[in-house]
């Protein structure tokens, strides 16, 4: 038997909830947030570091209060969920499959919100050489077992990568009294956000050796060590800079990966870059009625940005809902210089935009310029830009009337 | 029959796929069997690291034992992994010329084929080879319909829990140190678990079978360890190929060349290379070698991606060639003339897989030369594995949560593993308890992510299951513990 609903959401995290919250300030009252672990806020639960809110509430929070903030607001508004329950099909006609103890649930819904978050990059997909012993973590890993369960993964610690989580359980683990050893980051710059290098690893005396990657790993039982090495302008090993370091665990933040398992099974269109769904200006991916925000979108590097797009694709979600989200004309986001990424990457109507970018390196006194072919729309100075940084500009419906392209670079 | 502890008519070294086929079918008959692993389960060495092919017998030379064995295995396979509920698939496989010279060397593997009693073997252009194979590059290619497909880690730890289902006796974490001969002509064997006697012995100890027979029989044999890697891509690239795809191999060469396998669960495996080496544990992969193996892929399918990939692992070849004359030597499957009731398996490489059935049927005669053996007339030829959730149609799948919860808990969310399975592969009747023994039997961690959603959902499985302390719980039994311990236990107050 299939259950009908006005809108599903997929995922119980930061996302989900904040989605789930806007929709229902809206108006909508058929909604059933589906997530899969034994509680809502997702991976929020295991960040139990603070600095979360400053945005949003403009104080700073750990990541369990500010998923509590969301949680309190699902449980006033008795927004329904379901726990401990998998979504294990999606079609385009918008049809749920749901597996939990219960047996299996059918769902059609008339909007679908995407909000399945992301996963780490593992050893195995940047091809690591060496052995295979335990000792080998994902960051994210490590920090469900020390901050959930109590576990101490190791007690010598390299951490190859600078990406946040990275960053933040360099910190745990010393806090722990684990030795961590060095951070070893393959760009010449952080992939973390600098408050994070601050805080987790200068405080602490932790090395950060950037151009440095680790090039082979040792032991068969337990890992009983690691090879580093230094690259050279070009990537290359730098001969002579190998050099072992004796630990018993590598940690690795290596990168994230938006979940998009269900997403391309229900063949939504993605982007090769982001790794999420290309989506119009409010979320919608390339199945009408099907939205996507948070990390499974983007990966973003604050939890705020990602409550907020969550509110933001919803003024989508209730237009769709009432018909009036019709596809009016369809302009394609061109990315010039200087830009990994754009989101959206289409527009669909005037309207006022937040339009989210990562740029290619970093840089000082970058200028980012919006084009239409013909004329300049938006010139925004930068006094300084990181890829590590997510940058969001708002480009107003005034701003964006009567366009025929829409180009974005960075100068 | 001998009854006392650690006494056995028969034990066999080494618990691979041959060890574990050798196990069941000494079980058919009324003797006591003890198998000896060093490992922490069985499968661990050269089982579990291989393509997973079923060959069809045309890359031997005829009047071989690789020959005729291979192609026997490959007969009876199906019906085995009937038996067994272990996963075979006979998908075929295509051997691809890209060179004009090479489609000379595909005219001579058929004949050969054909001579070993390989079926159905042919010839096909490169208009067929597109047909077959869209994605592939190639101007001709030998079709061999009879390749199949199974998981030989599945098949190894089926063939295991079979033969103990038949009462043959499974030691593991026992390795052996030394054989001696007792004045009444049984052998005793000292492991690190005590002492064992028996009066035959098997020796399928794979790698280390010329260490094994060294400590009867000096200097008979020697091994030499020949490392392949492989690339593991994720099952979204399962399209790209439907059948097993071969280059054409090289005259002299110890391997069949880099091919690309759909591996059982629509994997992708790109390999193996082939590298001898010195240590016979060295394990590792390495850069030069993952670069080749990303260079062959664009020479035969260039729609693979390195995105695709989720890991890399090596496996080693017992080959008794040295690498000066590289090539093949042919099976040992012996018993030792200066040993009586000393049976050598040595020099087990491929098609290992597909043999092994018929090695240990061989085994078993030379034993009937010898001995009165009297039919087990329990033998239990069926065993269950453990039922896939995923694989199930929507009807089961209700039904299987009605009748237990855990079957609506998933678990590893890539592979769409319930914590039914887990627990199932928990209390494996092995007894093997590390993570990777979860893994093999249940495919939890295999999939894209890697156990980053999984794995503490395992841990606390099999810590509550074995009440295990964190320092106890290992990813492959000894030394490779995955936890120091607990922190922050006690708060102050």
Request: charged share 25%; aromatic share 6%.
């Given at each position: 038997?299939?259950?009908?609903?006005?809108?599903?959401?997929?995922?119980?995290?930061?996302?989900?909830?904040?989605?789930?919250?806007?929709?229902?300030?809206?108006?909508?009252?058929?909604?059933?947030?589906?997530?899969?672990?034994?509680?809502?806020?997702?991976?929020?639960?295991?960040?139990?570091?603070?600095?979360?809110?400053?945005?949003?509430?403009?104080?700073?929070?750990?990541?369990?209060?500010?998923?509590?903030?969301?949680?309190?607001?699902?449980?006033?508004?008795?927004?329904?969920?379901?726990?401990?329950?998998?979504?294990?099909?999606?079609?385009?006609?918008?049809?749920?499959?749901?597996?939990?103890?219960?047996?299996?649930?059918?769902?059609?819904?008339?909007?679908?919100?995407?909000?399945?978050?992301?996963?780490?990059?593992?050893?195995?997909?940047?091809?690591?050489?060496?052995?295979?012993?335990?000792?080998?973590?994902?960051?994210?890993?490590?920090?469900?077992?020390?901050?959930?369960?109590?576990?101490?993964?190791?007690?010598?610690?390299?951490?190859?990568?600078?990406?946040?989580?990275?960053?933040?359980?360099?910190?745990?683990?010393?806090?722990?009294?684990?030795?961590?050893?060095?951070?070893?980051?393959?760009?010449?710059?952080?992939?973390?956000?600098?408050?994070?290098?601050?805080?987790?690893?200068?405080?602490?005396?932790?090395?950060?050796?950037?151009?440095?990657?680790?090039?082979?790993?040792?032991?068969?039982?337990?890992?009983?060590?690691?090879?580093?090495?230094?690259?050279?302008?070009?990537?290359?090993?730098?001969?002579?800079?190998?050099?072992?370091?004796?630990c018993d665990t590598l940690l690795l933040s290596v990168g994230l990966i938006p979940e998009n398992e269900l997403s391309r099974e229900a063949g939504i269109t993605l982007d090769n870059i982001t790794g999420g769904p290309q989506v119009d200006e409010r979320g919608q991916t390339s199945i009408p009625g099907i939205f996507s925000c948070g990390n499974v979108l983007q990966v973003h590097?604050?939890?705020?940005?990602?409550?907020?797009?969550?509110?933001?694709?919803?003024?989508?979600?209730?237009?769709?809902?009432?018909?009036?989200?019709?596809?009016?004309?369809?302009?394609?986001?061109?990315?010039?210089?200087?830009?990994?990424?754009?989101?959206?990457?289409?527009?669909?109507?005037?309207?006022?935009?937040?339009?989210?970018?990562?740029?290619?390196?970093?840089?000082?006194?970058?200028?980012?310029?919006?084009?239409?072919?013909?004329?300049?729309?938006?010139?925004?100075?930068?006094?300084?830009?990181?890829?590590?940084?997510?940058?969001?500009?708002?480009?107003?419906?005034?701003?964006?009337?009567?366009?025929?392209?829409?180009?974005?670079?960075?100068? | 029959?001998?009854?006392?502890?650690?006494?056995?008519?028969?034990?066999?070294?080494?618990?691979?796929?041959?060890?574990?086929?050798?196990?069941?079918?000494?079980?058919?008959?009324?003797?006591?069997?003890?198998?000896?692993?060093?490992?922490?389960?069985?499968?661990?060495?050269?089982?579990?690291?291989?393509?997973?092919?079923?060959?069809?017998?045309?890359?031997?030379?005829?009047?071989?034992?690789?020959?005729?064995?291979?192609?026997?295995?490959?007969?009876?396979?199906?019906?085995?992994?009937?038996?067994?509920?272990?996963?075979?698939?006979?998908?075929?496989?295509?051997?691809?010329?890209?060179?004009?010279?090479?489609?000379?060397?595909?005219?001579?593997?058929?004949?050969?084929?054909?001579?070993?009693?390989?079926?159905?073997?042919?010839?096909?252009?490169?208009?067929?080879?597109?047909?077959?194979?869209?994605?592939?590059?190639?101007?001709?290619?030998?079709?061999?319909?009879?390749?199949?497909?199974?998981?030989?880690?599945?098949?190894?730890?089926?063939?295991?829990?079979?033969?103990?289902?038949?009462?043959?006796?499974?030691?593991?974490?026992?390795?052996?140190?030394?054989?001696?001969?007792?004045?009444?002509?049984?052998?005793?064997?000292?492991?690190?678990?005590?002492?064992?006697?028996?009066?035959?012995?098997?020796?399928?100890?794979?790698?280390?079978?010329?260490?094994?027979?060294?400590?009867?029989?000096?200097?008979?044999?020697?091994?030499?360890?020949?490392?392949?890697?492989?690339?593991?891509?994720?099952?979204?690239?399962?399209?790209?190929?439907?059948?097993?795809?071969?280059?054409?191999?090289?005259?002299?060469?110890?391997?069949?060349?880099?091919?690309?396998?759909?591996?059982?669960?629509?994997?992708?495996?790109?390999?193996?290379?082939?590298?001898?080496?010195?240590?016979?544990?060295?394990?590792?992969?390495?850069?030069?070698?993952?670069?080749?193996?990303?260079?062959?892929?664009?020479?035969?399918?260039?729609?693979?991606?390195?995105?695709?990939?989720?890991?890399?692992?090596?496996?080693?070849?017992?080959?008794?060639?040295?690498?000066?004359?590289?090539?093949?030597?042919?099976?040992?499957?012996?018993?030792?003339?200066?040993?009586?009731?000393?049976?050598?398996?040595?020099?087990?490489?491929?098609?290992?897989?597909?043999?092994?059935?018929?090695?240990?049927?061989?085994?078993?005669?030379?034993?009937?030369?010898?001995?009165?053996?009297?039919?087990?007339?329990?033998?239990?030829?069926?065993?269950?594995?453990?039922?896939?959730?995923?694989?199930?149609?929507?009807?089961?799948?209700?039904?299987?949560?009605?009748?237990?919860?855990?079957?609506?808990?998933?678990?590893?969310?890539?592979?769409?593993?319930?914590?039914?399975?887990?627990?199932?592969?928990?209390?494996?009747?092995?007894?093997?308890?590390?993570?990777?023994?979860?893994?093999?039997?249940?495919?939890?961690?295999?999939?894209?992510?890697?156990?980053?959603?999984?794995?503490?959902?395992?841990?606390?499985?099999?810590?509550?299951?074995?009440?295990?302390?964190?320092?106890?719980?290992?990813?492959?039994?000894?030394?490779?513990?995955?936890?120091?311990?607990?922190?922050?236990?006690?708060?102050?107050?």
């Amino acid at each position: 038997m299939i259950q009908k609903k006005e809108v599903v959401i997929i995922g119980g995290g930061a996302a989900g909830l904040a989605a789930a919250v806007a929709c229902h300030q809206k108006g909508i009252e058929d909604i059933l947030i589906i997530e899969r672990g034994d509680y809502l806020g997702g991976i929020l639960n295991q960040c139990i570091h603070d600095g979360f809110g400053l945005e949003k509430f403009n104080t700073s929070l750990t990541g369990p209060e500010y998923a509590q903030r969301y949680i309190d607001k699902v449980a006033n508004r008795k927004i329904p969920f379901l726990l401990n329950s998998m979504v294990i099909g999606l079609t385009p006609q918008k049809e749920v499959v749901v597996v939990n103890s219960q047996g299996l649930q059918h769902y059609r819904a008339k909007v679908i919100i995407l909000a399945m978050g992301c996963r780490e990059r593992t050893r195995g997909a940047i091809s690591i050489p060496g052995t295979r012993p335990s000792g080998i973590y994902t960051a994210g890993v490590a920090q469900e077992l020390i901050n959930l369960k109590n576990y101490m993964v190791g007690e010598k610690i390299v951490v190859l990568g600078s990406g946040d989580i990275g960053l933040i359980m360099a910190r745990r683990l010393s806090l722990e009294g684990a030795e961590v050893i060095m951070v070893a980051e393959k760009l010449p710059y952080s992939s973390g956000l600098p408050r994070n290098i601050n805080q987790c690893l200068y405080d602490f005396d932790i090395p950060l050796l950037l151009s440095h990657t680790v090039v082979d790993i040792e032991g068969n039982g337990r890992l009983s060590g690691v090879t580093i090495a230094q690259l050279g302008k070009r990537g290359g090993i730098i001969p002579g800079s190998k050099r072992k370091i004796t630990c018993d665990t590598l940690l690795l933040s290596v990168g994230l990966i938006p979940e998009n398992e269900l997403s391309r099974e229900a063949g939504i269109t993605l982007d090769n870059i982001t790794g999420g769904p290309q989506v119009d200006e409010r979320g919608q991916t390339s199945i009408p009625g099907i939205f996507s925000c948070g990390n499974v979108l983007q990966v973003h590097d604050i939890v705020d940005n990602v409550s907020l797009e969550a509110e933001y694709i919803v003024e989508g979600v209730i237009e769709y809902l009432k018909g009036k989200l019709t596809k009016e004309r369809k302009i394609k986001v061109e990315l010039g210089n200087g830009l990994r990424y754009v989101v959206p990457q289409t527009l669909i109507r005037v309207k006022d935009i937040i339009f989210s970018f990562r740029v290619n390196q970093p840089g000082r006194k970058k200028i980012l310029l919006f084009e239409d072919g013909i004329r300049l729309i938006k010139k925004k100075s930068l006094q300084r830009v990181n890829p590590a940084e997510m940058i969001r500009i708002k480009l107003s419906s005034k701003e964006l009337e009567g366009i025929k392209r829409l180009k974005v670079k960075l100068v | 029959m001998k009854t006392t502890n650690n006494n056995y008519d028969v034990i066999i070294i080494g618990g691979g796929v041959v060890g574990c086929a050798v196990a069941r079918e000494l079980s058919r008959y009324k003797l006591n069997v003890a198998l000896l692993e060093k490992e922490a389960d069985v499968g661990w060495g050269i089982s579990c690291r291989n393509s997973g092919v079923v060959h069809s017998g045309f890359n031997y030379k005829p009047g071989t034992l690789r020959a005729q064995l291979c192609v026997e295995g490959n007969r009876s396979f199906a019906k085995l992994c009937q038996e067994l509920d272990v996963p075979y698939k006979k998908i075929g496989k295509v051997v691809v010329a890209q060179k004009k010279e090479e489609v000379e060397e595909l005219k001579r593997l058929k004949v050969q084929g054909e001579k070993n009693g390989v079926e159905e073997l042919e010839i096909i252009d490169s208009d067929k080879l597109k047909r077959l194979e869209p994605n592939v590059k190639g101007i001709a290619a030998l079709y061999s319909p009879e390749t199949a497909i199974t998981s030989p880690y599945l098949l190894t730890i089926a063939l295991a829990e079979n033969a103990l289902n038949n009462a043959v006796s499974f030691f593991l974490n026992t390795k052996v140190k030394s054989i001696t001969r007792l004045r009444n002509s049984d052998f005793r064997i000292t492991t690190n678990k005590g002492e064992f006697t028996s009066s035959y012995v098997i020796n399928s100890a794979g790698l280390y079978s010329d260490k094994v027979a060294h400590m009867v029989e000096k200097d008979k044999y020697r091994i030499y360890p020949c490392r392949g890697e492989y690339y593991v891509l994720d099952k979204n690239a399962s399209w790209i190929i439907n059948r097993l795809i071969y280059p054409v191999p090289k005259a002299v060469s110890g391997g069949l060349g880099i091919h690309f396998t759909p591996t059982i669960d629509k994997n992708i495996l790109i390999g193996p290379s082939n590298e001898y080496i010195k240590q016979k544990d060295n394990l590792s992969t390495t850069s030069q070698i993952m670069k080749l193996l990303s260079a062959e892929a664009q020479k035969f399918l260039p729609l693979i991606s390195s995105r695709d990939i989720i890991r890399s692992y090596s496996g080693i070849r017992a080959k008794q060639a040295p690498s000066s004359e590289s090539g093949y030597w042919d099976f040992v499957i012996e018993e030792s003339n200066s040993v009586n009731n000393f049976i050598n398996l040595i020099g087990i490489e491929s098609p290992g897989l597909a043999s092994a059935q018929p090695i240990a049927k061989k085994v078993v005669e030379i034993i009937k030369r010898k001995e009165n053996l009297k039919t087990n007339s329990n033998f239990k030829p069926f065993r269950k594995g453990i039922l896939r959730f995923e694989e199930q149609d929507e009807k089961t799948k209700i039904a299987l949560i009605k009748q237990d919860p855990n079957y609506g808990e998933i678990v590893c969310r890539c592979e769409k593993v319930t914590k039914k399975e887990i627990l199932e592969a928990a209390n494996n009747p092995l007894g093997a308890r590390s993570l990777i023994s979860i893994k093999y039997r249940t495919r939890a961690m295999m999939g894209r992510c890697q156990g980053g959603y999984c794995l503490p959902r395992i841990m606390e499985l099999l810590k509550e299951r074995y009440e295990l302390t964190p320092q106890e719980i290992t990813l492959k039994g000894e030394h490779s513990y995955l936890l120091t311990g607990y922190r922050s236990d006690e708060v102050s107050i």
